[in-house]
């Protein structure tokens, strides 16, 4: 996905490099400290969903998963780390337009089950070790939606970023039977990890300017 139009060109820090998640010699990382710097960079971390945890993590370690995004002119780049996964899973990597957990951590009492509007991203795979990462750029903060005419769909943002198990099979010891479209082929496991939204105007974190004047909140693009 891509923009032909020049976005407001804005000033920016260190390139790339999370320099927050900085690793130990013993291989563990620094947890990213949710932040916006200046609206340019965001950080933020994505949270199991925990009945698939037995499924996910290796050696008695929790998994976790950091990810920073950066604006650009045209478009904006993500990068997104995984640790402490079991090694060789593969994940494939969702925007969707809501959670299903609470800015708390609670499931969300008023999820039904569909997470909205999703749009497919990037593939995660785990390596030997058990880690990942995975760098995409697109429209992604503030402005990121979707929408479709033939389905009566308005413009429609996807604030949210989650990963699915790619294979069924890798989640079936946790109890999961079935499977999701969440992937190429449509044939997809169950969710892992997913953002939560902000206590104050529960939006997801690519949302990084958020008009409170309007109930519920929206963003300002």
Known sequence: MSSCRVRPRRAFGLALALAALTLSATGTATA??????????????????TKFLPCLSADGRTPRVEAEVHRGDLNDTMEIELHGFKPDLDFDLFTVQRSNQLANGAPDPSFTGSFGLAWYQSDLHTDHHGDGRARIQTILLDQIFGFDPDASLPPTNTFHAGFWFNKPSDAAACGFTGSTP???EHNAGPLAFITRPDAVTGLGPLCTKPDTSTTPATCNP
């Open 182 to 184: 969440f992937n190429g």
């Open 32 to 49: 990213l400290t949710p932040h916006n710097d200046g609206h340019d960079t965001t950080r933020f971390r994505l949270f199991p969903n």
